[in-house]
Nanobody, 116 residues
Framework: QVQLVESGGGLVQPGGSLRLSCAAS????????MSWSRQPPGKQRVLVAS????????DYAGSVKGRFTISRDNAKNMLYLQMNNLNSEDTAVYYC?????????WGQGTQVTVSS
């Protein structure tokens, strides 16, 4: 079965950086677009970034473009999100997810808190 496990969240000061990781299993990882979404406290979940199966193409939400970089290692079945110049508006639970066979699969999420 599809499993997605995020890690790397934590508390970081404004202007700092974090790298999130997502370990995937149970499907042919390199064949699927992978994405990161986030859910700030009291708000709806929103898409942050997506990357093509081969890793050659990526898209970003306007609010993170130029600060976040999505990447993947298909040999290791790993998805990453490098987050730089973080600010308080980036505080959220971050989820990796994949759309496969008509179902969206989500990880359990990892908390990112940006605060001084």
């Amino acid at each position: 079965q599809v499993q997605l496990v995020e890690s790397g969240g934590g508390l970081v000061q404004p202007g700092g950086s974090l790298r999130l990781s997502c370990a995937a299993s149970g499907f042919t990882f390199g064949s699927y677009v992978m994405s990161w979404s986030r859910q700030p406290p009291g708000k709806q979940r929103v898409l942050v970034a997506s990357i093509s199966g081969g890793g050659s193409s990526a898209d970003y939400a306007g609010s993170v473009k130029g600060r976040f970089t999505i990447s993947r290692d298909n040999a290791k079945n790993m998805l990453y999100l490098q987050m730089n110049n973080l600010n308080s508006e980036d505080t959220a639970v971050y989820y990796c997810h994949v759309w496969r066979a008509g179902t969206m699969y989500w990880g359990q999420g990892t908390q990112v808190t940006v605060s001084s």
